[in-house]
């Protein structure tokens, strides 16, 4: 089915280690999107990428690097993650600058920082 | 900076009460607004958009929205809930340019009784 997809859906880490969170749409989509959901605080932007090639630091961006490694790929990056870091990711995608259609979101991953 | 604020954080009805829940943004210019639903466990539909036209539009579900201009504000409603619409509902907004991305609020959890 056409969506966007994340990988892994859950994830435990210990304070210091790093990981990669992978996102991929096959919708064709321009823009790619990377939020974290956390109680009582809705979905935070973290970083974006308007079109290929180019990437966006969001409200929350720190302790992440992301990735545009093609049109389709989209991944976000802990060095070294922090139990701050504790949080539901969401990738989203959209078809243009502006989303007409509204955004594509996948079904998260649920990260903990031990 | 664009913001979102909805105000009520967590609304609790009886089967069959009406829903209105309250969402205001701030941005000078123009605004694509959104309300996105998120049912236990699950991640982002899509609720119901407005980009331009009429202010009230309607979504999935029996929901609608009105955006006001003059009070930067889209509320959500339905006539008559059911315990199926327990679930966070999030507003969210983006400025009307490429590239922009969407800024949500922090959500409210709505519970409805059967």
């Known amino acids: 089915n056409a969506g966007v997809t994340q990988t892994p859906k859950f994830q435990v880490l210990k304070t210091g280690q790093s990981m990669t969170l992978q996102c991929a749409q096959d919708?064709?989509?321009?823009?790619m999107y990377w939020y974290r959901q956390d109680p009582g605080m809705g979905l935070r932007l973290i970083y974006y990428?308007?079109?290929?090639?180019?990437?966006d630091k969001g409200e929350v961006p720190n302790g992440y690097n992301v990735s545009r490694l093609n049109k389709r790929e989209f991944s976000l990056r802990l060095e070294s993650a922090a139990p701050s870091q504790t949080s539901v990711y969401f990738c989203?995608?959209?078809?243009?600058?502006?989303?007409?259609?509204?955004?594509?979101f996948g079904s998260g991953t649920r990260l903990t920082v031990v | 900076a664009q913001s979102v604020s909805q105000h009520n954080h967590h609304v609790i009805l009886s089967e069959a009460a009406s829903l209105e829940l309250g969402c205001n943004y701030s941005?000078?210019?123009?605004?694509?607004l959104f309300w996105y639903v998120q049912y236990p466990g699950q991640h982002l539909q899509l609720l119901l958009k407005y980009f331009s036209g009429d202010p009230l539009v309607k979504g999935i579900k029996g929901f609608e929205a009105e955006f006001i201009k003059s009070k930067f504000s889209f509320n959500l409603r339905k006539p008559s809930v059911q315990w199926s619409d327990t679930a966070e509902y999030f507003c969210?907004?983006?400025?009307?340019?490429?590239?922009?991305?969407?800024?949500f609020g922090k959500g409210t959890t709505l519970s409805v009784s059967s």
């Open positions: 919708m064709n989509h321009n823009s």
């Open positions: 941005y000078g210019g123009t605004v694509n």
């Open positions: 969210a907004a983006q400025a009307n340019q490429a590239g922009t991305a969407l800024i």
């Open positions: 989203a995608s959209t078809s243009a600058g502006t989303p007409i259609y509204g955004y594509t």
């Open positions: 990428s308007a079109s290929e090639g180019t990437t």
